[in-house]
């Protein structure tokens, strides 16, 4: 992407990296990884989640790092569907709520975020959220199960 910006539908990924300097990947769809459990799928640029709330489906044995800054619509948030690995890195700025429902996502880094704090993070029963190095703050934590 370099330096710039583009708007997709939904995002299929079974290996590869999306990367740039400044441009920002905006999502029309939810996002679907499915790797060989060898191959990473990545983003290693901006990702604005775009105007509505997305599915990240991970799949089982799968992971998907993103490191560039996360944002959204006000209000914006995700679901971590399915049973893979959703790291992200970025001093995130959306303001909807982080949900895992299945898998685990793990914040990494001295500057990531789960979202603005206002809105919180839900992990359902079975999920797991792992902080790595990361300073959480004024975030509402949900625990289930």
Not at 21 to 40: E, R, Y
Not at 109 to 117: F, I, K, R
Request: with cysteine; proline share 1%; aromatic share 6%.
């Amino acid at each position: 992407m370099g330096t710039s910006s583009d708007v997709i539908g939904a995002l299929e990924m079974t290996g590869g990296q999306i990367s740039g300097t400044s441009g920002i990947l905006t999502l029309g769809g939810d996002v679907h990884v499915a790797t060989d459990g060898q191959d990473l799928a990545s983003i290693g640029c901006g990702l604005s989640l775009g105007a509505q709330n997305r599915n990240i489906d991970v799949a089982a044995d799968s992971h998907f790092p993103v490191s560039g800054v996360i944002s959204g619509a006000p209000g914006v948030g995700f679901v971590k569907k399915v049973g893979g690995l959703f790291e992200i890195w970025g001093a995130n700025t959306f303001s909807g709520t982080s949900t895992v429902q299945a898998g685990e996502l793990l914040t990494y880094g001295a500057d990531v975020t789960l979202g603005t704090a206002g809105a919180g993070t839900s992990v359902f029963q079975g999920a797991k959220l792992t902080l790595s190095w990361a300073n959480i703050t004024g975030e509402t934590l949900l625990l289930n199960g």
